[in-house]
């Protein structure tokens, strides 16, 4: 059974930092795109960054560039989230999902999420 | 950026009834790129239609996805109770993807 689990949400004020982690299971990590989506209060889905299976191309959401690193583990089947100079719209539930592969794009499973509020 | 408009924001409907969901996209969708998923409170996003009308496993015969070009409808007939929760439609055709803002489908 694919299972992603997110954790290392919290409070952060604004121009901090925080790192989000997502341990996978059920399946071969290594083989499968990733991505990260998040969820404002009120706001629906946005797609925030994605990383090959490899781990050597990286893709961003202009809202986050040059802020946030996406990652990953192979060897310890986790996905990573660097969140610097975090802004109080980055509040929101953060989600992993796994890319399908059918197609690029088709996010196939999710975890449940983390919550990040930004907040002084 | 490809914006996706959902309609309606409500849809109030008793069980057994049918949900006729709808999303228009700003520009042509291409290859048929498209996406539902249904997302319930404290619970992960769920994969039900990609392709615009392809249903993934394990999802039921009542959720039928339609459209082509901008304009794309989710149906579900025959309502069940584990059906009401939020839709989201999704692209994947252009960069970056994008997702609508969500159709809640509450009980009547």
């Known amino acids: 059974e694919v299972q992603l689990l997110e954790s290392g949400g919290g409070l952060v004020q604004p121009g901090g930092s925080l790192r989000l982690s997502c341990a996978a299971s059920?399946?071969?990590?290594?083989?499968?795109?990733l991505c990260w989506v998040r969820q404002a209060p009120g706001q629906g889905l946005k797609w925030v960054s994605a990383?090959?299976?490899?781990?050597?191309?990286?893709y961003y959401a202009d809202s986050v560039k040059g802020r946030f690193t996406i990652s990953r583990d192979n060897s310890k089947n986790t996905l990573y989230l660097q969140m610097n100079n975090v802004r109080a719209e980055d509040t929101a539930v953060y989600y992993c999902?796994?890319?399908?592969?059918?197609?690029?794009?088709?996010?196939?499973?999710w975890g449940q999420g983390t919550l990040v509020p930004v907040s002084s | 950026e490809i914006v996706l408009t959902q309609s309606p924001g409500t849809l109030s409907l008793s069980p057994g009834e049918r949900a006729t969901l709808s999303c228009r996209a700003s520009?042509?969708?291409?290859?048929?790129?498209f996406a539902w998923y249904q997302h319930k409170p404290g619970q992960a996003p769920r994969l039900l239609i990609y392709?615009?009308?392809s249903r993934t496993t394990g999802i039921p015969d009542r959720f039928s996805g339609s459209g082509s070009g901008t304009d794309f409808t989710l149906t579900i007939n025959r309502l069940e109770p584990e059906d009401f929760a939020v839709y989201y439609c999704?692209?994947?055709?252009?960069?970056?993807?994008?997702f609508g803002q969500g159709t809640k489908v509450e009980i009547k």
């Open positions: 999902a796994r890319n399908s592969a059918v197609a690029g794009g088709i996010l196939d499973y």
């Open positions: 059920g399946f071969t990590f290594s083989s499968y795109v």
């Open positions: 990383i090959s299976g490899s781990g050597d191309s990286t």
């Open positions: 520009q042509s969708v291409s290859s048929n790129y």
């Open positions: 392709g615009a009308s």
């Open positions: 999704q692209q994947y055709g252009g960069s970056p993807w994008t």
